[in-house]
């Protein structure tokens, strides 16, 4: 097994938020949340249910200087905690996984990174053969990437955060009391942690 992993302290910003952006990809997003690196993620089939697990989605950005494009399945959201997308070619799953977990605390959350790649079983003993894709310099680069991301997340999670508070309530909200709420921002993203292994 494989595995590329990156930790690192969001503060501002909440679990649900970041759980939320993810399992709603649309490409101006993506886009806004790094413009030039992040080209393309959005839902190529939604799955039948609403917690989408299921939903086929496409992902396409710059990872250091290596373009990565790929076709992915949600195989597991947890609204607040994880989202787990299982990677595709030619409509067969592959044994690759991008998780993302998070863990809440008083000053925002910590998230965790990973990709995992290998087959269970006797299946591993072809795990070599990911080492030619996942190598030292892209663990590296995936590694700057991923701490780069998630802190360029968090300031757009909380300039909209503060953009939603700033806006009038509409007439529904002010009936409903669900007009939102403005809430201080407690600071800069934090610092990230890192750790790879099979690599």
Request: with cysteine.
């Amino acid at each position: 097994m494989i595995s590329l992993q990156s930790r690192m302290h969001l503060d501002g910003v909440t679990a649900r938020q970041i759980t939320d952006f993810l399992l709603n990809p649309r490409d101006d997003t993506y886009r806004a949340w790094w413009p030039g690196t992040h080209l393309q993620f959005h839902v190529t089939r939604p799955a039948p249910g609403d917690d989408h697990v299921g939903d086929l989605v496409w992902m396409d950005e710059l990872v250091g200087s290596r373009r990565v494009s790929m076709a992915a399945e949600v195989v597991e959201a947890v609204p607040g905690a994880r989202v787990v997308w299982r990677l595709r070619r030619w409509g067969v799953r592959l044994p690759i996984r991008v998780i993302v977990r998070l863990e809440a605390d008083e000053a925002g959350v910590t998230l965790c990174h990973t990709i995992a790649a290998g087959w269970p079983g006797p299946g591993r003993i072809l795990d070599p053969l990911w080492r030619h894709y996942f190598s030292a310099s892209f663990a590296d680069a995936m590694d700057e990437h991923a701490r780069t991301e998630f802190r360029l997340l968090c300031d757009l999670l909380r300039a909209d955060h503060v953009e939603q508070s700033a806006r009038p309530p509409s007439a529904a909200e002010r009936l409903t009391g669900t007009a939102p709420t403005k809430v201080p921002g407690r600071g800069t993203c934090g610092p990230a942690d890192r750790a790879h292994s099979g690599v």
